[in-house]
């Protein structure tokens, strides 16, 4: 069974950086596209960023490129999401899904493109 937990989250000030990660256990991930997305309180969950994770395709949120890298740690079963210059509206709960199958489709952005999920992290930016 697919368990993916994700860890990192915290309080930060806008400018900050932190560093999400996703422990995937229970499957070989190599034919896996994995996914980062955030829900915002009163919000739908959005897409944040997503990998090929037998490596090389990425694809980001506009609100997020050039801030948010993804990336998998192979040797450990992690997908990392490094955030930088944090800013307010930043603020959500942060969730992994992954999916079987590694081409990028328009699902890739979409939540029901993604066939399992962990519980989450939150991540709130002060201004």
């Known amino acids: 069974q697919v368990q993916l937990v994700e860890s990192g989250?915290?309080?930060?000030?806008?400018?900050?950086?932190?560093?999400?990660?996703?422990?995937a256990s229970g499957r070989t991930f190599s034919n896996y596209r994995m996914g980062w997305f955030r829900q915002a309180p009163g919000k739908e969950r959005e897409f944040v960023a997503a990998i090929r994770w037998s490596g090389g395709r990425t694809y980001y949120a506009d609100?997020?490129?050039?801030?948010?890298?993804?990336s998998t740690d192979n040797a450990k079963n992690t997908v990392l999401l490094q955030?930088?210059?944090?800013?307010p509206e930043d603020t959500a709960v942060y969730y992994c899904a992954a999916a079987f199958g590694v081409v990028f489709t328009t699902?890739?952005?979409?939540?029901?493109?993604?066939?399992?999920?962990g519980q989450g992290t939150q991540v709130t930016v002060s201004s």
Do not use: H, P
């Open 63 to 70: 609100s997020v490129k050039g801030r948010f890298t993804i």
């Open 9 to 23: 989250g915290g309080l930060v000030q806008a400018g900050d950086s932190l560093r999400l990660s996703c422990a």
């Open 83 to 87: 955030m930088n210059s944090l800013k």
């Open 107 to 117: 699902m890739v952005t979409e939540v029901g493109g993604y066939d399992y999920w």
